[in-house]
């Protein structure tokens, strides 16, 4: 098949979400590699939604580990509890930051991150991945982007 991204060119972040997610949906519906399923949702993410970094971090024993992403370079293991990663994983539970600067122990991956969102995925009641998206822009996330990205990180979790 043949894997064409529509870009929603629509100001409005909810119309954006709502022609992306189906597509995502769709694209992993027939791929049961986590690897490839997790580099087209990067992908997917950041052209469809033009964020400045996304990408995955997989539970590897007692650290986070680098997966699938999308932007400048980023730092390849974190500690559970630490950044704001590693809190969306000891907490299992979404972490919304408005300011980088304001987070006690943000992971600088890059000094253009200016805020931030994690969200983890489960796997028998445990954060088996989370999902981390970053921005250039101080406070560019919010309630929208929480539901639809929760959204998709139920949709990663049938492929779990
Ligand atoms: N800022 C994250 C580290 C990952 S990078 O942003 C890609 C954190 O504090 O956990």
Redesign the pocket.
């Given at each position: 098949m043949a894997e064409n991204l529509i870009v929603s060119t629509s100001t409005d972040k909810q119309e954006r979400y709502d022609s992306l997610l189906p597509q995502i949906e769709a694209l992993i519906s027939y791929e049961d590699n986590l690897v490839a399923n997790l580099s087209n949702i990067a992908a997917a993410l950041r052209y469809g939604m033009n964020f400045f970094?996304v990408?995955f971090?997989v539970v590897k024993e007692a650290q986070?580990v680098?997966g699938p992403?999308q932007?400048p370079i980023?730092?390849t293991r974190?500690a559970k509890g630490?950044?704001?990663?590693?809190?969306?994983w000891s907490e299992k539970r979404t972490v919304l930051?408005e300011n980088?600067d304001e987070?006690p122990?943000?992971?600088?991956?890059?000094s253009d991150?200016k805020s931030?969102i994690?969200l983890p995925a489960f796997k028998n009641e445990e954060v088996a991945l989370i999902l981390?998206v970053?921005s250039d822009q101080l406070n560019d996330f919010d309630e929208i982007d929480q539901k639809n990205l929760e959204k998709l990180m139920r949709l990663i979790e049938g492929k779990l």
């Open positions: 970094w990408g971090y986070l680098l992403f932007g980023a730092c974190i630490k950044g704001v990663c590693g809190t969306a930051v980088v987070f122990g943000h992971i600088a991956c890059s991150s931030e994690v981390d970053d």
